[in-house]
């Protein structure tokens, strides 16, 4: 199955909070360098962490994730 | 943070990549000492212990874990028994002039061993279907 191209807003929507990356990292119970690779587009975390970032950063998984139209 | 699903994730991902050089490099050596060196299973069990060991774990592990064992395809049941029968036919023949009941019986026996087990497998995906998707 052909990876789907995912994008996410979750620096705009940190930033817009105030947040590091350090601090949301330790919210959701990951690493900096994690949270750095799902905003590089570069990690898909798994739909647990999808919630949990949502909860944190208080929006919904539609406006967090997304699929790029190709 | 030693919880981290992607750490987790990466860790699993070169295991898994270690685990198959390892499992490949016991299994060419194992066709180098049947097929080159014809040694006998007495000169290699230690290394077929372990070869097996590991296959079956990974057969067993995987299987249970919701994966049709190759593919579920149902000629499968057919082709992979005879490959290994066939392996097995050529080794007999590699280490001398076997008659041909020999032959006969190694293909025999092999073939219905692979299929034994192969059927085996296709049982505990069964029995994992009923408990997990009913």
Same mark, same amino acid.
């Given at each position: 199955?052909?990876?789907?191209?995912?994008?996410?807003?979750?620096?705009?929507?940190r930033?817009?909070?105030g947040l590091t990356q350090k601090e949301l990292a330790?919210?959701?119970?990951?690493?900096r360098?994690?949270?750095?690779?799902?905003?590089?587009?570069?990690?898909?975390?798994?739909?647990?962490?999808?919630?949990?970032?949502?909860?944190?950063?208080?929006?919904?998984?539609?406006?967090?994730?997304?699929?790029?139209?190709? | 943070?030693?919880?981290?699903?992607?750490?987790?994730?990466?860790?699993?991902?070169?295991?898994?990549? =270690?685990?198959?050089?390892?499992?490949? $490099?016991?299994?060419?050596?194992?066709?180098?000492?049947?097929?080159?060196?014809?040694?006998?299973?007495?000169?290699?069990?230690?290394?077929? =212990?372990?070869?097996?060991?590991?296959?079956?774990?990974?057969?067993? $592990?995987?299987?249970?874990?919701?994966?049709?064992?190759? $593919?579920?395809?149902?000629?499968?049941?057919?082709?992979?028994?005879?490959?290994?029968?066939?392996?097995?036919?050529?080794?007999?023949?590699?280490?001398?002039?076997?008659?041909?009941?020999?032959?006969?019986?190694?293909?025999?026996?092999?073939?219905?061993?692979?299929?034994?087990?192969? =059927?085996?497998?296709?049982?505990?995906?069964?029995?994992?279907?009923?408990?997990?998707?009913?």
């Open positions: 199955m052909k990876e789907l191209p995912v994008r996410n807003a979750v620096r705009t929507l930033e817009k909070r330790a919210e959701v119970e990951v690493t360098q994690t949270i750095g690779l799902i905003e590089a587009n570069r990690y898909n975390p798994t739909i647990a962490l999808c919630l949990g970032l949502a909860e944190i950063l208080d929006t919904d998984l539609d406006t967090l994730f997304w699929v790029e139209e190709e | 943070m030693y919880n981290d699903e992607r750490i987790r994730r990466t860790n699993e991902a070169i295991t898994s990549r =270690a685990f198959a050089i390892l499992s490949w $490099g016991l299994t060419a050596l194992l066709i180098y000492r049947i097929f080159f060196l014809e040694q006998v299973l007495s000169d290699y069990v230690d290394i077929f =212990a372990l070869w097996l060991l590991a296959n079956a774990y990974v057969a067993v $592990g995987t299987t249970w874990g919701g994966v049709q064992p190759f $593919g579920g395809r149902p000629w499968n049941l057919l082709l992979v028994p005879s490959i290994i029968a066939i392996v097995n036919v050529i080794a007999v023949i590699n280490r001398g002039t076997p008659t041909v009941a020999e032959v006969l019986f190694t293909f025999v026996v092999a073939f219905g061993t692979a299929a034994l087990v192969l =059927a085996g497998f296709r049982a505990l995906y069964r029995l994992w279907e009923k408990r997990n998707l009913s």
